[in-house]
């Protein structure tokens, strides 16, 4: 049956009116825009998914610390569900959360990858697991566009990783806009940073009830790539 549901799935689509879907979340520009896609189209969102790292504190795709993501998840007004894992347990314990969300009544997982097959073909396997239907709004979009749509509508996003062999540190804490764009691209970067050269977090937008205040801290080199840790600014008094 989950089979049949995957090979049936439009991937380069939203889901439908109506259906509650749950959304990958990293915290980033694409599952952010591939959500808003989503919820534009009249489908309705049910949860935020995040991976985090083995301690639990952490994202594991951008280093995101809890209080940020659930932040964002309140300025969105959605659920945010965690799980930890390894990346030797990631896969299954990916599946165990669809399966939880399938019980709750979320009938499909909306993913922001945009062209790297090995994600779709993943994305679509783990839902058929889970009896659900995966959607990309995003895929094979032409990135630049994508940015400019993102930008258009009002997003707002702040670098907080990169690779260090091709962008090095100083990027970390800049907003996302035309100007930096343009930078990637006179650096042969790809602008969407779709080979991994950067990852951002989102701070607000068109479905954000607030903006996120956020305060950097420290910089981190680890595996080949730089983290800004950042934490949510202290309510004024």
């Not at 439908?16 to 990293?26: L, V």
């Not at 189209?41 to 951008?62: V, Y």
């Not at 809890?66 to 932040?71: D, E, F, H, M, Y």
């Not at 956020?214 to 595996?223: K, P």
Request: aromatic fraction near 8%.
């Amino acid at each position: 049956m989950g089979e049949a549901i995957a090979e049936a799935t439009d991937s380069a689509s939203t889901p439908p009116a109506g259906t509650p879907f749950a959304c990958s979340w990293s915290g980033g520009k694409d599952s952010c825009l591939a959500l808003y896609r989503a919820i534009s189209a009249g489908a309705k969102p049910f949860a935020l998914l995040t991976m985090l790292e083995e301690s639990g504190e952490r994202s594991r795709a951008h280093g995101l610390g809890l209080q940020v993501l659930r932040a964002q998840a309140a300025s969105l007004g959605l659920t945010l569900v965690t799980r930890a894992a390894s990346w030797e347990t990631y896969e299954p314990t990916f599946v165990s959360a669809l399966r939880d969300l399938r019980e709750a009544g979320v009938e499909a997982c909306v993913f922001g990858d945009i062209d790297l097959n090995e994600h779709r073909q993943w994305e679509r396997k783990v839902c058929a697991a889970a009896a659900m239907n995966a959607h990309l709004p995003l895929w094979q979009m032409e990135r630049k566009a994508l940015l400019e749509e993102l930008l258009s509508l009002g997003f707002q996003a702040m670098v907080v990783a990169t690779k260090d062999e091709s962008l090095g540190q100083r990027f970390l804490g800049r907003m996302l806009d035309a100007e930096l764009i343009r930078e990637f691209e006179r650096m042969g970067i790809d602008p969407c940073g779709e080979a991994g050269e950067y990852h951002t977090v989102v701070v607000n937008g068109p479905i954000f009830a607030h903006r996120l205040r956020l305060v950097q801290d420290r910089r981190t080199l680890h595996s080949g790539y730089w983290f800004l840790d950042v934490q949510m600014a202290e309510p004024a008094r």
